[in-house]
T-cell receptor, first 112, second 113 residues
Framework: EAQVTQNPRYLITVTGKKLTVTCSQN?????MSWYRQDPGLGLRQIYY???????DKGDVPEGYKVSRKEKRNFPLILESPSPNQTSLYFC???????????FGSGTRLTVV | AQSVTQLDSQVPVFEEAPVELRCNYSSSVSVYLFWYVQYPNQGLQLLLKYLSGSTLVKGINGFEAEFNKSQTSFHLRKPSVHISDTAEYFCAVSSSRDDKIIFGKGTRLHILP
């Protein structure tokens, strides 16, 4: 089944403890992206990647890192999480320009 | 820079009535436009998209949208809604040059029995 897989689905962590949210797609898509969703703010793009080893900042990149060492994987790294990073995170991929995204099921992160 | 405005945060509508969800965008370059739906506790699914050509685009689940360049709008419509259409709907715009996609803040569609 064609899909974007994120793990974990739920995560509670403490301030300052490094964490990684994994994202993998099996559709050979070129473009991958991370979004966070907050009530009243909609979805905001964190980082995106249009190719292996190429990443670019979205609208809210502060406090996050990403890497794209291989086409299928695009992990999101929080080096020192803070409570304001408590949010619902979505990974998404698409073949290229003009195509819609396929979204993962989301990761609900709580930082205490 | 691009931006998207969804004019209504919530829209209540009676079952089997028509509905229109409004979306306006701004951009200095040519854009692609999308509508997504998010059902409770799920990720987003693509409803439809406009790239070029015919300004009326049809999507899944009986939805359609009309691109109006002069009014910079991309409103979503359905002639008769069902209880299963209860969800949050997001309009999105992307440029033709990169993967920066801007989403609106969403419109919650409430179907009244």
């Amino acid at each position: 089944e064609a899909q974007v897989t994120q793990n974990p689905r739920y995560l509670i962590t403490v301030t300052g403890k490094k964490l990684t949210v994994t994202c993998s797609q099996n559709m050979n898509h070129e473009y991958m992206s991370w979004y966070r969703q907050d009530p009243g703010l909609g979805l905001r793009q964190i980082y995106y990647s249009m190719n292996v080893e190429v990443t670019d900042k979205g609208d809210v990149p502060e406090g996050y890192k990403v890497s794209r060492k291989e086409k299928r994987n695009f992990p999101l790294i929080l080096e020192s999480p803070s409570p304001n990073q408590t949010s619902l995170y979505f990974c998404a991929s698409r073949p290229g320009q003009g195509y819609g995204y396929t979204f993962g099921s989301g990761t609900r992160l709580t930082v205490v | 820079a691009q931006s998207v405005t969804q004019l209504d945060s919530q829209v209540p509508v009676f079952e089997e009535a028509p509905v229109e969800l409004r979306c306006n965008y701004s951009s200095s370059v040519s854009v692609y436009l999308f509508w997504y739906v998010q059902y409770p506790n799920q990720g987003l699914q693509l409803l439809l998209k406009y790239l070029s050509g015919s300004t009326l685009v049809k999507g899944i689940n009986g939805f359609e949208a009309e691109f109006n360049k002069s009014q910079t709008s991309f409103h979503l419509r359905k002639p008769s809604v069902h209880i299963s259409d209860t969800a949050e709907y997001f309009c999105a715009v992307s440029s033709s040059r990169d993967d920066k996609i801007i989403f609106g803040k969403g419109t919650r569609l409430h179907i009244l029995p």
